[in-house]
Structures are given as structure tokens and as C-alpha cells.
């Protein structure tokens, strides 16, 4: 019987050494896994720019004229007789709705933002936060409807115009579509502020609204900044809402009601219909290098002011 | 003794100017989405009904239901969901639990920022030159739903990372002070208190890439098609690009039926947002540290 127990005992250790190593290879493996999850991000942003500049590579190396394609208005990919490539109306289109875009969201975005943060509480607030929560939530191809199907009509009754599908629409629907975003990121950063420091400025007898004004909107400085920067990525970045809303003809808008047409619908727009490899095709996709490389500046930007932020 | 100044009554009345002011903006930002809510429900409500949801469109898109596009919605969405869940969870435990605040860390941050922050239609030119040509995926619901899945993969990765941080330091040290590797604190302890805020990012996820409709277009989602997909190799209609196409795209359409597409799917996708929210509150509701 002892010799048995005795026996036992170096077999339960040798089973506990096993178990031991298992744990341990598991979790070496394990480590190895969420390390592969975590630089996906970073494989993905590296492939995104190898892969489009895969495809548009041969544009770059052979039509590709920076003078026409950056400064030449006119956008003939498909012409008879001579193709131009020109993108100048093209950022003009985007440029043109992302600004008024800005325009419509920066102040309501800000001004609600301040409201729900500073202003209200309880009941209300959680409201408020639920409702933008959802607003922002609504589908580009959606708001793209709704300029199409419900703005288009107000504008050509209110402005007595003969095309409601412009500059006016597009921004206005890119406006409504860009502050929701724009008001939590500016929530969250107005929220960040210390509240000694509100505190303190009460105690010297200042006025809410003296205290936002004068404390809380500077501490919050470069939060709010980031909001608007976001807006703008946002906004320049836009593509079934533009597509739909703006009325897609090539234009340098002299007023908020021409017809416009950005950068990210005409790659939509124009991208089921070209051939693969051709010059057109890889214009687009030019095209699509240049969003990129504004979008990740923009990102890069606004990632660094916020930061500035938290370290100060 | 304490009356009130000239200088208190003035900051009070501007006191109340802005609070009334900055209200009133809030008001104007929310009561148009309102009203345009409010008009799709209104136009988009009597087209609704058992025959619109489960029957496919008849008369060249003018007449008939959606089923093909909601059933190709709904596949997109989970095959996505199949490639990124994983993924961006796995990328949220190492960004949580392993990853030291150093130069690859931001780095990685900055990537998922950027993910976040391509434009749509970027992902598609990705999604096209990538899965479709290079892995010769075809136009296809694989080559979608991955699509899909790269440009939505921030959801999930931000949301986790939040609910696995929220998670006390207290509770992983006493799982490690018990001779626990690793990984077994993450499985036993961390993930079993996060499950919850990982569910309300998938869920966003989903609300997010149901509504997508860009980067679809020229990876995987048609028109028009008469067949239902048979596999992931085949192509699929949508609903979202199904709005973009009986809205833009095909003449003699009854006004009313595009309102009732748009009616569905943002009532799908409010619904998510919705269950996600309610799902958040709950777990504020129940959380004991």
C-alpha cells in the first residue's frame, strides 16, 4: 500500500509539470496570436496604399502629367479625341461642399456640444447623447436619398432654381451627416477638462457661461480642434451622399447652387464602366492614392493635436 | 445685503441668453433629422409589407419586394463579421493587455485611426485591387465582406479595447497572485467581465456594414440579379446599394418604393444601434466596481 501512495506521488508531480508546460506553450501561443491581431492595423493601412498604388501605378508612370492633372479643370477620361485628366473641378466639387459642410456643422456641432455638456444634465442629457448617437449612425446612401428625394424638391421651391441638386444640398446633407460625429468627439473633449477647474473659476464668482468661455473652451482647445478636423476628413471623404446630393456635372461652382462633382463620386460613379488596366481605370485609382494621402494627413494631424492635449 | 449688482443681473440675463441660444442650435441640429425621419416613415410606410420584405423585385425594380437584398445584406454582414470579430478582438487584447506605451503602439493606434478615417471609397479601390484581383476572389460576397471587414474593423477593435480596460487591475493581479499564466487570467477573468462591451461593438459593427454601400459596389454587390447567391464565390445584391440603384438608376420608378428601401434599411440599422445602446445602459446598470 505505501510503496503505491509513494509510487503516486512523483506521477501526480511529473502530471503537474505537463500541465505546467501546456499552460505555458498556450500561452506563448496565445501571445503570438493577439500580436498578429494587433499589427493587422498596420498590415492593412500598408496594403491598402500598396495595393491601389498596384493598380494606378501605371498611370503614374505614363500619362501622368502633374500640371494637367492637378491644375487642368477638365476631366475628359473618355474623349474621342484627346483624354485629359485633369482633377482641378473635381477638388473644387470637394472642396466647395466640404466647406459648407463645415460651414452648417462647426458651429451647431459646437454649440450643441456645449450644451449637452455644460448646460444639461440627468435625463436630458442622456436624451441628447442617445439622439446624436443615433443621428450619426444613419447610412451615407441614405442621406444621399434624402437630398436626392426630400432636399432636392425644398430647394428648387424655396430658391425658385431649376436644379436643386447642388453645392447647396450636397453640403447641407454633408453638414447634417458630419455633426454628430463632430459633437461627441467635441463632447468627449470638453468633458475631459478637469472639473477643479470649473470649480475654481466658480469660486471666484464667474457666471457659467464665464467660466466656459474663459476656462473650459481653452482647456479643451485641441479636443475641439480635433472634432473639426475629423468633421473635415469626414466631409472630403464622403462618397454615396456627395454622389447623389451634389448632381454629379463637372464644375468650379461660382455659386452654392451649381452642380457639382467630387473627387469620391467620380471614382464610384466611373469605376464599374472602364476597362481593367486602362489609362482611365488608372487615373482612378490616381485618384484614389491622392484621397489617401489627404485623408491620412488630416488623421495624422488631428491624432497629434489631440495628444498635444493630453500631455499638456 | 445681497442684492443683486447691475454687473450680477447683466451676466445673469447673458447667462440665460446663451444657455437659450446654445439650445436652441441643439434643437436645430436634431428637429431637421426629425422632420426628415419623420417623411420617410410617412412615404416609406405604405409601401411595407409581408409581400415587399419576402418576395424579389418584378417589372424591372419598379414593382415587387426586397428579399434578395435584405438576404445579401444580411450574408455580407456575417461573413464579415466571421473575418473581423476575431481579429479585432485578438488586435484589442494585445493593445489592452500585452502592448507597452511605446513608438509601435502609437503606431498601431495611428493605423486603426486611419482605418477608421479612409474614405470609403478608398476601401473599395483596396478591396479591387486586393481581393478581387490579386486573390482572384472575383467579384464575389467574399471579396465584399472582407472589404467590409478591413474598413470596419476599428469598430470592433475600439469598443473591446475600452471594455477590456475597464476591467480593474485589481481583478488580474489576484488571478495572477494564484499562479495563473497570462492568457488564463485573460480567458477566465478579463474576457468573462468585458463580454458585454464586446457584444455592444459588435452589434455597431453590424448597424456599420449593413449600411455601407461603396465599398461594395464593385467587390461583390450587383444591380441586379435574378438568383439567389449560391455560395460565398457568388455575387449578391444589397440593400443599401439597392436604395443608390431604384433611386438613381432606373426610370419610371413609383416615387413611394425607394422610401420604403430607405424606410428598411435605416430602420435595421437604428434597430442595431438601438439594442447596442440599450445593451451599454443595462451594463452600467448592473456594473458593481
Known amino acids: 500500500m505505501e510503496t503505491k501512495t509513494s509510487a503516486k506521488v512523483p506521477a501526480g508531480i511529473d502530471a503537474s509539470f505537463d500541465q505546467l508546460n501546456r499552460d505555458w506553450y498556450i500561452d506563448k501561443v496565445v501571445q503570438v496570436l493577439v500580436f498578429i491581431g494587433g499589427i493587422s492595423a498596420i498590415v492593412f493601412i500598408i496594403g491598402i496604399f500598396v495595393f491601389i498604388s498596384k493598380e494606378g501605378y501605371g498611370f503614374l508612370v505614363g500619362e501622368f502629367n502633374f500640371k494637367e492633372f492637378f491644375f487642368s479643370p477638365n476631366w475628359r477620361p473618355t474623349s474621342e479625341s484627346k483624354e485629359t485628366f485633369g482633377i482641378l473641378a473635381l477638388i473644387a466639387g470637394t472642396a466647395s461642399v466640404t466647406g459648407l459642410a463645415m460651414l452648417v456643422a462647426i458651429p451647431f456641432s459646437l454649440g450643441t456640444a456645449i450644451f449637452i455638456a455644460e448646460f444639461s444634465s440627468g435625463k436630458t442629457r442622456e436624451f441628447l447623447k442617445i439622439t446624436v448617437e443615433l443621428l450619426a449612425a ?23 432654381v431649376p436644379v436643386g441638386l447642388n453645392v447647396l444640398n450636397a453640403g447641407i446633407i454633408l453638414g447634417l451627416m458630419a455633426a454628430p460625429i463632430m459633437t461627441s468627439i467635441a463632447e468627449d473633449a470638453l468633458k475631459a477638462v478637469p472639473d477643479r477647474y470649473r470649480e475654481a473659476a466658480e469660486a471666484m464668482g464667474a457666471t457659467r457661461w464665464q467660466v466656459i468661455y474663459k476656462v473650459v473652451l481653452p482647456a479643451a482647445k485641441n479636443g475641439l480642434l480635433g472634432a473639426v478636423l475629423l468633421g473635415v476628413g469626414r466631409g472630403f471623404g464622403e462618397t454615396m451622399a456627395v454622389l447623389m446630393a451634389t448632381g454629379h456635372s463637372i464644375n468650379i461652382p461660382t455659386s452654392v447652387f451649381d452642380s457639382v462633382r467630387a473627387l469620391t463620386a467620380t471614382i464610384a460613379a466611373e469605376l464599374g464602366e472602364t476597362a481593367a488596366g486602362s489609362p482611365h481605370y488608372q487615373a482612378l485609382f490616381t485618384i484614389g ?18 495628444r498635444g492635449v493630453r500631455k499638456g | 445685503m445681497f442684492e443683486a449688482t447691475r454687473l450680477n443681473q447683466r451676466n445673469d440675463t447673458r447667462q440665460k441668453l446663451f444657455r437659450f441660444g446654445l439650445g436652441t442650435m441643439t434643437g436645430l441640429l436634431i428637429l431637421p433629422v426629425v422632420l426628415i425621419l419623420g417623411t420617410l416613415i410617412y412615404k416609406g410606410a405604405p409601401v411595407i409589407s409581408f409581400e415587399f420584405l419576402f418576395t424579389g423585385p418584378t417589372k424591372g425594380m419598379t414593382a415587387g419586394g426586397i428579399f434578395p437584398a435584405l438576404l445579401g445584406t444580411i450574408l455580407l454582414v456575417v461573413v464579415a463579421l466571421l473575418a473581423s470579430v476575431p481579429l479585432g478582438i485578438a488586435a484589442a487584447i494585445y493593445l489592452s ?3 507597452s506605451d511605446n513608438w509601435f503602439t502609437r503606431a498601431i493606434n495611428l493605423a486603426i485611426i486611419n482605418l477608421a478615417g479612409v474614405p470609403s471609397i478608398v476601401h473599395a479601390l483596396f478591396g479591387v485591387g486586393a481581393f478581387v484581383i490579386f486573390f482572384q476572389f472575383g467579384t464575389s460576397i467574399l471579396a465584399a465582406s472582407l472589404t467590409l471587414a478591413i474598413m470596419t474593423l476599428p469598430v470592433v477593435i475600439v469598443a473591446t479595447r475600452e471594455s477590456l480596460q475597464a476591467v480593474p487591475m485589481a481583478f488580474r493581479e489576484a488571478c495572477w497572485n494564484m499562479g495563473a499564466t497570462r492568457w488564463q487570467t485573460i480567458r477566465r477573468v478579463v474576457l468573462p467581465n468585458a463580454i458585454t462591451g464586446i457584444l455592444t461593438g459588435v452589434i455597431l459593427e453590424v448597424s456599420r456594414t449593413a ?8 467587390t461583390g454587390a450587383a444591380f441586379f440579379l435574378p438568383l439567389l447567391p449560391q455560395d460565398v464565390f457568388d455575387q449578391t445584391m444589397a440593400l443599401s446599394l439597392h436604395l443608390f440603384v431604384v433611386s438613381t438608376q432606373v426610370p419610371g420608378m413609383p416615387e413611394n418604393l425607394p422610401f420604403g428601401v430607405a424606410l428598411v434599411l435605416i430602420s435595421m440599422v437604428l434597430l442595431m444601434n438601438s439594442l447596442s445602446i440599450a445593451l451599454r445602459m443595462y451594463l452600467r446598470g448592473k456594473k458593481k466596481w
Open chain 2, 211 to 218: 449600411g455601407e454601400t461603396a465599398p461594395i459596389m464593385f
Open chain 1, 138 to 160: 444613419i447610412p451615407s446612401v441614405v442621406w444621399g436619398f434624402i437630398g436626392l428625394a426630400i432636399m432636392n424638391p425644398i430647394i428648387i421651391q424655396t430658391f425658385n
Open chain 1, 289 to 306: 492614392i491622392f484621397l489617401f494621402v489627404i485623408t491620412f494627413i488630416i488623421n495624422l494631424v488631428a491624432d497629434l493635436v489631440v
Open chain 2, 97 to 99: 493587455e500585452y502592448a
